[in-house]
C-alpha cells in the first residue's frame, strides 16, 4: 500500500554534486526511517544514509562530510544532497521507507547516478 519514488539521478562530473528526492505516499500512520542506498555491478546493496522524522541521522563512512540526508517540508520525503562525487559513486540509488510498529519495508525503483568526465 505504499509507493516509494526517487528521482534526481543523472550524469556529473567528478567533483560536482547531485540532489536526489525521494518520495513516500500512501497509508501508513507513521514512519519509523527512511533511508538511501546503492547497488553497482559485483557489490552487495550498502546502506549510504537514513534519517527519522525527528532528523537523527546515520551516514556510511564512505560518504561523511560529502553527502548530507534531510526531511522535506513533509515527512514523507526525503532529500540526499551529494557533493564531492567521486567515479566510485556511480550506482543506482534506491530510496527506502521503514514502516513504524509493524517494520515493513518499501523500496523505489531506484535512480542511476553516473560520476565521470
Known amino acids: 500500500q505504499v509507493r516509494v519514488v526517487e528521482s534526481g539521478g543523472g550524469l556529473v562530473q567528478p567533483g560536482g554534486s547531485l540532489t536526489l528526492s525521494c518520495v513516500a505516499s500512501?497509508?501508513?500512520?507513521?514512519?519509523?526511517?527512511m533511508g538511501w542506498f546503492r547497488q553497482t555491478p559485483g557489490k552487495q546493496r550498502e546502506l549510504v544514509a537514513t534519517?527519522?522524522?525527528?532528523?537523527?541521522?546515520n551516514y556510511a563512512d564512505s560518504v561523511k562530510g560529502r553527502f548530507t540526508i534531510s526531511n522535506g517540508d513533509t515527512k514523507n520525503t526525503v532529500y540526499l544532497q551529494m557533493n564531492s562525487l567521486n567515479p566510485e559513486d556511480t550506482a543506482v540509488y534506491y530510496c527506502?521507507?521503514?514502516?513504524?510498529?509493524?517494520?515493513?519495508?518499501?523500496w523505489g525503483q531506484g535512480t542511476q547516478v553516473t560520476v565521470s568526465s
Open positions: 534519517i527519522t522524522p525527528g532528523s537523527m541521522t
Open positions: 500512501g497509508s501508513f500512520l507513521s514512519i519509523y526511517t
Open positions: 527506502n521507507t521503514v514502516l513504524a510498529f509493524t517494520g515493513r519495508v518499501y
